[in-house]
């Protein structure tokens, strides 16, 4: 055996070691582990702290039910069926089809576009809410996801509740080209009617949330909420870094980072996620509250003060 050959048989062997090591991606997914910043972890642990690290508080990402059961309460809630339009209009093929990508992405999910719009209540207060899930062909935007967020805002205003979407996702769908970006339009278009409505809007900001999705209806909300740590971007970092030719902060386009440009009003723990939500809407509906309460007592003190100085 000469040296190349030897080399040879060397590599095959660290090769054949490398594919024992490491699983594949379907493994993982059907594992009762996954892993964070101290190694290995259990999924049931890591599902009963709302799928939060409990070490370093990193909010992994969760499907759009995993979200609804968060926000109203296990099965608490009812899942609208959105419209489906025509697939593939294109007739988009790469390396493979797009009609292959949706089957294999609705057989991963269980869901049959990447947005999924439910109805619950939130402290009382009926909502209609909607969430992205990543999985879904990296939580893109198309006909369907765009028909799908039209409809939550319709119901919203056939019932007069407030619209609250969960919004993240990588941007408009390749795959349908000048129909995923006329999208980001069609969803503006709908703010503005829930707002011509004077219907809440809001908008919680998910990791990863970015391209046309946080160009267009995520950044209209009345009120911008955000998971720590979520990425808020429309151009990826490495594509404005090699256009300004200057290194930017390592913090850059993250909720945080955000937050201190003023695109964000408040970061908060998914943990406290449904109490901050309700709170919020029941002082933008004026409903009975405690914050209403103490608003309406401060309010008719100072009247009293003032008549008092009056007279
Ligand atoms: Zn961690």
């Known amino acids: ?29 059907k594992s009762d582990w996954t892993s964070c910043c101290s190694g290995p972890l259990l999924k049931k642990d890591l599902e009963d702290n709302l799928w939060c690290c ?22 608490n809630y009812e899942i609208l069926e959105t419209p489906q339009p025509a697939e593939d209009p294109l007739n988009w093929k790469d390396t493979k089809s797009y009609k292959q990508r949706l089957v294999e992405a609705r057989k991963k999910t269980g869901q049959n ?54 919004a993240s996702g990588g941007g408009q769908r390749l795959f349908e080209s000048a129909i995923a970006l006329a999208g980001m339009t069609r969803t503006t ?4 009617e829930l707002k011509k409505n004077n219907l809440p809007y809001v908008v919680c900001f998910v990791d990863p949330c970015a391209g046309g999705i946080s160009g267009s209806f995520a950044m209209l909300g009345d009120i911008h909420f955000a998971e720590p740590g979520s990425l808020i971007a429309f151009a990826g970092k490495r594509v404005i870094q090699a256009s300004l030719n200057q290194e930017l902060p390592s913090d850059f386009q993250t909720a ?3 937050m201190q440009h003023g695109f964000i009003d408040r970061i908060v723990n998914r943990k ?3 109490n901050e939500i309700g709170k919020l809407l029941e002082i933008l509906l004026k409903r009975n509250s405690e914050v209403n309460s103490e608003l309406s007592n401060e309010t008719s003190t100072n009247i009293e003060q003032s008549t008092k100085a009056a007279s």
């Open 189 to 192: 278009l709908a703010v503005n």
């Open 113 to 166: 576009c990447a947005v999924m719009i439910a109805k619950g209540q939130v402290n009382g207060i009926q909502i209609t809410a909607g969430a992205v899930n990543f999985d879904y062909i990296g939580g893109s935007f198309g006909a369907a996801e765009t028909e799908a967020f039209i409809y939550g805002v319709q119901n919203s205003i056939d019932h007069s509740t407030p619209f609250v979407f969960f």
């Open 272 to 274: 406290d996620l449904t």
């Open 54 to 75: 409990p070490k370093c508080s990193k909010h992994h990402r969760i499907s759009c039910r995993q979200r609804f059961n968060i926000i109203f309460g296990k099965d």
């Open 1 to 29: 055996m000469n040296w190349l050959t030897k080399i040879k048989v060397f590599g095959d062997k660290i090769k054949r070691n490398l594919k024992k090591k490491f699983p594949t991606k379907e493994e993982i997914a």
């Open 256 to 258: 945080e980072y955000v």
